[in-house]
């Protein structure tokens, strides 16, 4: 069966450090992969996209890697700030072509 | 740019009521919007695909009777949850893009709707 797997505890790291999210995947062939914050009660806002033939992406402090062969993308936010808290989520298109799925969702705490 | 705006962004109501939910693209125009259930600590799951001047496609699973969708323009879709029950409470959200459906753009979110029915 198809799955998007994030990790469901949630991440505390301190401030400063580096935090580094999972998303793993089965049953799918992603051309694209993107990830999405999502604050308590507010809708997900999109942050980065990144293609098949893309190994890595940045953004400011982000960093997105994909590995189609490990079937899993890394998301990295560096020199974290308590406002990097929220849940992150990971989303995919399936199989036919058009259509996102995401994953479950990482909650990550930044502690001062 | 790429605003979506949702509203009501909270309901209360009693069971039985029918409740509806608005989704508009501020800025942009959208032929195709998504309809999202969430609930809490879970992933979005996707309930139907409103399409401009069609029917929705509806996920396997998701009752259209139940979820009624209108996209009567381009800058607007309603999501009607007929005859609420308690089992509706639910996070409710919208996406859009000025792009279309497709997943290799990415989508813009309203802030979502918490229906909670007594």
């Known amino acids: 069966s198809q799955k998007i797997e994030q990790n469901s505890e949630a991440l505390n790291i301190q401030e400063g450090k580096t935090a580094t999210l999972t998303c793993n995947y089965t049953n799918y062939s992603p051309a694209y992969l993107q990830w999405y914050r999502q604050d308590p009660g507010r809708g997900p806002v999109f942050l980065l996209l990144?293609?098949?033939?893309?190994k890595e992406k940045r953004k400011e402090r982000l960093k997105v890697t994909f590995d189609t062969t490990l079937k899993q993308s890394l998301f990295h936010i560096t020199a974290s700030q308590p406002a990097d808290s929220a849940t992150y989520l990971c989303?995919?298109?399936?199989?036919?072509?058009?259509?996102?799925?995401f994953g479950g969702g990482t909650r990550l705490m930044v502690k001062p | 740019g790429a605003v979506v705006s949702q509203h009501p962004s909270r309901v209360i109501c009693k069971s039985g009521t029918s409740v509806k939910i608005e989704c508009r693209s501020l800025d942009f125009q959208a032929t195709t919007m998504f309809w999202y259930r969430q609930f809490p600590k879970k992933s979005l799951m996707l309930m139907a695909t409103?399409?401009?001047?069609?029917?929705?496609?509806?996920e396997q699973g998701v009752e259209k009777d139940k979820f009624l969708i209108n996209h009567a323009s381009l800058t607007l879709s309603t999501l009607t949850v007929t005859s609420a029950h308690p089992e509706d409470s639910s996070f409710y959200i919208c996406?859009?893009?000025?792009?279309?459906?497709?997943?290799?753009?990415?989508?813009?979110f309203g802030d979502g709707t918490r229906l909670s029915i007594l």
């Open positions: 996406s859009a893009s000025p792009s279309g459906q497709y997943s290799n753009q990415p989508q813009h």
């Open positions: 990144i293609r098949e033939n893309e």
């Open positions: 989303a995919l298109n399936n199989n036919a072509g058009n259509m996102l799925t």
């Open positions: 409103s399409n401009e001047g069609s029917k929705a496609t509806y």
